[in-house]
């Protein structure tokens, strides 16, 4: 079991895998929906500020090496520590969609000022989106919103909805 992280899903999950890389963890799930088969990533990607900027470049090269060899509809959710300006960033846009950028507007900020992570660095955080939601270009972001209410987590949920290539 993977503490604080997991996937919830109303389809079926045909496969469940955890890969470890570097300090945190990333989640894989093979889903049916409705006869199709989706993969599904869940990840934590290093914290820059609590580790190193290099473990967190190579958590995003090990994700995306994994990503890339899907031959399925791919969708990749989590906490990824990094802003859209980050060169990780870029190279992870590069191949995948950002569902907030491709279905929203506005900046989507994602960590909750409130938290205790943020006392000390209250103006970043407020500025900042850390996490999100990706997929390949098969699948088409149709909405997406960062809910206002973070429930004690020091991240605010991001919600999609997703359509699947027919």
């Known amino acids: 079991p993977v503490r604080g992280q997991g996937v919830l899903s109303r389809y079926p999950i045909l496969e469940d895998s955890v890969i470890r890389p570097y300090a945190f963890y990333q989640q894989r799930v093979l889903l049916d ?25 190579n958590d ?45 507007r506005g900046f989507g900020w994602t960590f909750a000022p409130s938290s205790r992570s943020c006392v000390r660095n209250l103006l970043v955080c407020q500025l900042a989106r850390i996490d999100y939601v990706f997929h390949d270009e098969a699948i088409t972001a149709l909405e997406a919103e960062v809910w206002s209410s973070s429930a004690n987590s020091d991240h605010y949920p991001v919600w999609v909805r997703l359509a699947l290539p027919q």
Not at 60 to 66: F, K, Q
Not at 76 to 103: C, K, M
């Open 60 to 104: 995003m090269s090990d994700l995306l090496a994994r990503v890339n060899a899907e031959t399925l509809p791919v969708i990749i959710g989590g906490d990824f520590n990094l802003t859209e300006h980050a060169a990780d960033y870029a190279r992870f846009s590069d191949h995948y969609v950002d569902a907030y950028r491709q279905a929203s």
């Open 33 to 57: 929906v409705d006869g199709q088969e989706i993969v599904v990533y869940n990840v934590h990607i290093s914290n820059p500020f609590a580790g190193s900027f290099v473990a967190r470049h």
